[in-house]
């Protein structure tokens, strides 16, 4: 079948909303996530933290926690005084983190950690507005519509509030997407959803999401790390096994799923024996912001409010 025949399969799947929802191969990944996935990229999560204040008395919103590796971090940081008010989607991903984070939050009568299992958009739409010093979003934004999260985010946090974005970017792990395409375009029936998932092209894109939403930007800027693997099995195990290719389980024909990472073993040994190195790199951006005290939007809500704009 070619690639016409996919593009339509993906079109009906499209029309029929049969959209993946990555919620189940978190729950799969999450006790090895924090084995593959958080000591590699895990490290450039810890430094775009860096790059925004967190100190102690402040509250901290934590989008799509996972395993806690971030909220541990920043508990660590409030050092017993202040709030963070995290969520997740998959309870596998919740009880790792509730394991990791609450002893760090034992005997400190000032701190407050709450890891709620839920949807990000509903709960930061649930948070008070203007009363967030930090919104952290890591390795999620992508599950959202960025817009529309953002327009959330500035309205949650305190004037001069910041928020810390860091994502994937499209064109991440590009020898083991194209070899996947070539999978789906031979035989587009062993596709039946489809992995929705908003990657940005680059740090300017999500620069633009955050001015749209009447943040200003901070910093932007690009990264990339390989992925630890010398060997096809190795990319493979690393990519299933690290919650990178969450969303694959419910794309593919359920039973045939082994079939394609054959191929995919098979397609990655071919790319070896070519090149004689195999390089899969993991791009991605971070991007910080912060809400000015007279932002548009903020502007706006105070005159829907009928109080006096500034
Ligand atoms: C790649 S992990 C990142 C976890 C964590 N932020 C980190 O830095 O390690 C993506 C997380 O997003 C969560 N997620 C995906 N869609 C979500 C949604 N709509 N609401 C809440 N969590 C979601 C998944 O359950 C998963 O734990």
């Not at 996919?6 to 909303?17: D, P």
């Not at 948070?127 to 949650?156: F, H, M, N």
């Not at 031979?186 to 894109?205: E, F, M, Q, W």
Request: hydrophobic content about 45%; proline content about 5%.
């Amino acid at each position: 079948m070619s690639r016409v025949g996919l593009a339509a399969r993906a079109l009906r799947l499209a029309l029929n909303k049969a959209h993946a929802d990555p919620t189940a191969d978190y729950d799969a990944a999450s006790s090895d996530y924090d084995t593959f996935f958080s000591p590699v990229m895990g490290l450039h999560s810890v430094e775009a933290l860096d790059s925004v204040p967190v100190r102690p008395g402040d509250t901290v919103v934590e989008l799509a926690c996972g395993t806690g590796h971030l909220t541990a971090e920043i508990v660590r940081r409030l050092r017993g005084v202040g709030a963070v008010h995290a969520v997740d989607k998959s309870p596998g991903m919740l009880r790792v983190a509730r394991e990791k984070v609450l002893p760090l939050a034992q005997d400190a009568p000032r701190l407050t950690v709450e890891l709620a299992e839920g949807d990000m958009d509903s709960f930061i739409r649930s948070r008070p507005t203007g009363a967030a010093d930090l919104v952290v979003v890591g390795w999620a934004i992508c599950y959202t519509k960025p817009s529309r999260l953002l327009a959330q985010i500035e309205r949650v946090l305190k004037p001069g509030g910041r928020v810390v974005v860091i994502e994937t970017r499209a064109d991440a792990h590009r020898a083991l997407t194209e070899r996947l395409e070539k999978i789906f375009a031979h035989d587009p029936s062993l596709l039946t959803g489809l992995i929705r998932v908003t990657l940005p092209k680059d740090a300017a894109t999500v620069a633009r999401w955050f001015v749209k939403a009447g943040l200003t930007v901070d910093i932007q800027r690009e990264g990339a790390q390989s992925i630890p693997a010398r060997t096809p099995e190795e990319a493979v195990e690393w990519v299933t096994r690290s919650g990178a290719a969450a969303g694959f389980k419910t794309a593919v024909d359920s039973g045939r799923e082994q079939l394609v990472l054959d191929r995919l073993t098979a397609g990655l040994a071919e790319l070896l024996a070519k090149e004689g190195r195999l390089d899969i790199r993991h791009t991605f951006v971070v991007v910080t912001g912060t809400k000015q005290a007279d932002s548009i939007p903020a502007r706006r809500r105070a005159a829907d409010e009928g109080a006096p704009v500034v």
